[in-house]
Every structure is written in structure tokens, then in C-alpha cells.
């Protein structure tokens, strides 16, 4: 993976560069003036923090249309998560297709490329995130949960649920509800 960073012009930015790279643990094969190659792909937070340690010595990543763009991705992802006022009626590819105005699959590929991991994980992963919430601010039964979340039936629910967590949203619950009850006797 190319990173490009702005003012890198010495041998001397040059080795500040690898030793924040060293000190981040983001493994590369070269540092160039004004580029990284690295090794593997770097996540999108590694590369924020990269340019928070170079900005105060001069240097800072530039901005990659890719990075942007998955950024966009998330973005919307989260937003269709939390829009909970209506039953989506569209594919998750649909809608980010005609959100980001872009051919759903350069935004998989995209997508994979960057983070490493698919946009249906990811969205899977966001809408657990969700739904543990739900489970612990709400006192919404699994259906109504499920109805917030659009999934196809309690079921479904449940299986990605445990898939993701290892517990049923029952069980979750539960394991809420006992620490909740330890802490108020601690008090």
C-alpha cells in the first residue's frame, strides 16, 4: 500500500518518518521522500494517528481519494443503522450505491482493499453494535429490537448475534442485568 506525505524533503524527514512508523508498529518495505510503501494494508486509524504523530513536526499524510471514499462508506453504513423511523426497503449495496453515487462493487472491492474486511461484515458488525445497545439502554423486547434493527425475524437476530458475540441476546441481557445488580448492592 502507497501512503504520500506532504514535505517530506530531507534524508532527515526521511528517517522521522521510519522511526514513527517503528514507534506505530506499521510494518513497511520503503520510505521514499514524499511516500511510504508499506508492507500490508494499514487501517484507516493507524494512518489518522500516523498523521497526528508527522503534522507537528511539518510532515502529514495526504489526504488518499480511497481513504476518503471508505470513510463515506462508514459514514453511511452508520447512518442506515440508526435510521430505525423505517423498514429498509433497498440491498445494503443499493443504498450505498445510490448515497456515494458509485458502482456497488468498486465499493465492495474498495471497501475490502483498505480495511481488510468485507462491507456485509462490516454492516453486520455495526448493527450488533446497535442492538447491544438497544439491549442495554432499552426495554424493548427481541422483536421490537429486531423490527428497530430490520432484521428479517427474531431469528436471524439471534443467529448473528451469538455468531458475533458468543451469546444470545438473552443471555446478554442477562449478564447486563447481574452487574447491574452487583453494582447497586455495592452502593
Same mark, same amino acid.
Not at 55 to 62: D, F, I, K, T, W
Not at 92 to 102: A, D, P
Given at each position: 500500500m502507497k501512503i504520500l506525505v506532504k514535505?517530506?524533503?530531507?534524508?532527515?524527514c526521511i528517517m522521522v518518518v521510519k522511526a514513527t512508523l517503528e514507534e506505530l508498529n506499521i510494518q513497511y518495505d520503503?520510505?521514499?521522500?514524499?511516500?511510504?510503501?508499506t508492507s500490508g494494508i494499514v487501517p484507516v486509524e493507524k494512518l489518522k494517528l500516523l498523521d497526528q504523530h508527522l503534522?507537528? *513536526?511539518?510532515? %502529514? +499524510?495526504?489526504e488518499n481519494k480511497k481513504f476518503a471514499l471508505v470513510e463515506k462508506i462508514k459514514a453511511s453504513i452508520n447512518e442506515l443503522v440508526h435510521c430505525s423511523d423505517e423498514q429498509?426497503?433497498?440491498t445494503?449495496?443499493?443504498?450505498?450505491?445510490?448515497?456515494?453515487?458509485?458502482n456497488s462493487t468498486y465499493l465492495?472491492? *474498495?471497501?475490502? %482493499? +483498505?480495511?481488510?474486511?468485507s462491507i456485509e461484515k462490516y454492516?453486520?458488525?455495526?448493527k450488533i453494535e446497535h442492538?447491544?445497545?438497544?439491549?442495554?439502554?432499552?426495554?424493548?423486547?427481541?422483536?421490537?429490537i429486531s423490527y428497530l434493527t430490520n432484521y428479517s425475524s427474531v431469528a436471524h437476530l439471534s443467529y448473528q448475534f451469538k455468531k458475533m458475540t458468543g451469546f444470545a441476546p438473552s443471555e446478554f441481557r442477562m449478564m447486563l442485568s447481574k452487574d447491574d445488580m452487583a453494582l447497586q448492592r455495592a452502593y
Open positions: 514535505n517530506m524533503v530531507s534524508t532527515r520503503y520510505v521514499e521522500l514524499g511516500e511510504i510503501e503534522r507537528p *513536526l511539518g510532515l %502529514e +499524510v495526504r429498509v426497503k433497498i445494503l449495496s443499493e443504498y450505498l450505491s445510490r448515497t456515494l453515487h458509485y465492495s472491492n *474498495l471497501f475490502s %482493499e +483498505v480495511t481488510g474486511i454492516f453486520i458488525a455495526k442492538v447491544k445497545e438497544l439491549l442495554i439502554n432499552e426495554k424493548l423486547n427481541l422483536k421490537e
